[in-house]
């Protein structure tokens, strides 16, 4: 079975520039989260998804972060303008849906964002 | 809001010993899911062990273990006959179980060093 796939891995961009990450679920996944690790700290979640409906992004700055999820399966989080600040590991997960039981998140590898 | 500390940045333990990770949590809630993720250097974050609050035995995968202490909001692992390749960051995670979000909030981490 194919894990969680992002693109690109690595990202070096100057302040106040756009920059966009893509995040292809596991099959038959409906759930889908981005997280944010900064360097030193535990991920953080920015936005979950259930298929395409937003269901938490309580915690996504709006003002210059926005995330999508076309048609229920890959996924586009975007960052405009940059600030130095979000220089991050930027994580997708994906979980199956099963009603009321919790699920194991299963991570991709992650975008490094390097904001200069 | 959920808190979850990690006082314990890096740790080190001779290879075939055992070696405990502590944590703990701040809620109100009653019901709730703790985990511990390993996050291997270069490579995706990986679920070591799940508990839900409402069991009272402590959950056990092969030589990792928890000791799950409720009314202390305490959930340490144990790693028994340490191996190599348990080198990572380990981290400690909460999912509160009401409502439609599956948010995992994430400890600092611990990196955990395995001596041949």
């Known amino acids: 079975e194919a894990g969680v796939a992002q693109s690109p891995r690595y990202k070096i961009i100057e302040k106040r520039q756009s920059v966009a990450f893509w995040c292809n679920p596991i099959?038959?996944?409906?759930?889908l989260y981005w997280y944010q690790q900064i360097l030193g700290q535990g991920p953080k979640l920015l936005i979950q998804f259930q298929n395409n409906g937003v269901v938490d992004d309580s915690q996504l700055p709006k003002d210059r972060f926005s995330a999508e999820r076309l048609k229920g399966v890959d996924s586009t989080l975007k960052i405009q303008p940059a600030k130095l600040e979000d220089s991050a590991v930027y994580l997708c997960?994906?979980?199956?849906?099963?009603?009321?039981?919790?699920?194991?998140?299963?991570f991709g590898p992650g975008t490094r964002l390097t904001v200069l | 809001a959920q808190t979850v500390t990690q006082s314990q940045p890096e740790m080190s333990v001779q290879e075939a010993e055992t070696v405990t990770l502590s944590c703990t949590y701040d809620t109100s809630e009653n019901n709730y899911y703790l985990f511990w993720y390993k996050q291997p250097p270069s490579r995706q974050m990986i679920l070591v062990i799940r508990?839900?609050?409402?069991?009272?035995q402590n959950a056990t995968e092969n030589r990792f273990s928890v000791n799950f202490q409720k009314a202390a909001k305490s959930f340490s692992l144990k790693i028994s006959d340490s191996q190599l390749g348990d080198t990572a960051m380990y981290f400690c995670a909460f999912m509160n179980v009401r409502g439609g979000s599956e948010k995992l909030v994430f400890g600092k981490g611990t990196k955990l060093t395995v001596n041949p």
């Open positions: 099959s038959g996944h409906a759930t």
């Open positions: 997960a994906s979980s199956p849906w099963t009603g009321k039981i919790k699920n194991e998140q299963f």
């Open positions: 508990q839900e609050a409402y069991k009272q």
